[in-house]
């Protein structure tokens, strides 16, 4: 069975440019979530989603991040436009339930 | 508000040694404990998974503890291997939500 999956696994994009994420839970989690490490930072939570619909955004930095699930299977963030303090490590991550939550490999984006 | 540290921030051992990794937490109303392995440029990989109602949880040479009343989780590794070295987090689940509150991680090295 497949695991979280997501693309690109590294990114260099110019400040003010556009850098769209993508994940894809594992299948049959309706919990799908996003998180980011920033340089010397802990991992923190940037909002969830429980199938389509956004269960909690209360981690979303502002309103440059984007988010969506449409149909309720793989999940985009978009970050537009990027500035210098986006650089980091965004991880997707999906559950089903209460249970284990299962990450990704991260995306690695910097932002030049 | 919620808040997860981990100590040591590093820690170096030599092969064969038990050793024990430490987290506490603020706030003990939590919903589960979850311990994860991250290695260089790789995502997280879920190690145990502890429910609030549970003391611990063992898998293979590892063991998590869990005591809520003083906020405090450690994991337990026995007979540590070079295979072994890679940075350790915590991270604790407030409410039946998918929101995890991670510390900063402890990165073992294990020296053959």
């Known amino acids: 069975e497949a695991g979280v999956t997501q693309f690109p696994s590294h990114s260099v994009i110019e400040k003010g440019q556009t850098v769209t994420l993508r994940c894809d839970p594992i299948?049959?989690?309706?919990?799908l979530y996003w998180y980011r490490r920033v340089m010397g930072k802990e991992i923190k939570f940037l909002l969830h989603?429980?199938?389509?619909?956004?269960?909690?955004e209360s981690g979303m930095p502002n309103n440059r991040f984007l988010a969506e699930r449409t149909g309720g299977t793989y999940s985009t963030l978009k970050v537009q436009p990027a500035e210098l303090e986006d650089s980091g490590v965004y991880f997707c991550?999906?559950?089903?339930?209460?249970?284990?939550?299962?990450f990704g490999e991260g995306s690695w984006l910097t932002v030049v | 508000k919620q808040e997860v540290t981990q100590i040591p921030a590093a820690l170096s051992v030599p092969e064969g040694e038990n050793l024990v990794l430490n987290c506490s937490f603020t706030?003990?109303?939590?919903?589960?404990l979850q311990w994860f392995r991250q290695d260089p440029g790789k995502g997280l990989t879920s190690l145990l998974l502890i429910q609030s109602s549970q003391r611990e949880q063992t898998s293979g040479r590892l063991n998590a503890s869990l005591d809520k009343s003083s906020g405090r989780s450690t994991l337990y590794i026995a007979a540590s291997q070079p295979g072994d070295s890679a940075t350790y987090l915590c991270a604790v689940r407030p409410g039946n939500t998918g929101k995890l509150i991670f510390g900063q991680g402890t990165t073992l090295q294990v020296k053959p």
């Open positions: 706030d003990s109303a939590i919903y589960n």
């Open positions: 989603f429980v199938k389509e619909s956004k269960q909690d």
């Open positions: 991550a999906s559950s089903q339930g209460g249970n284990t939550i299962y």
């Open positions: 299948s049959g989690h309706d919990n």
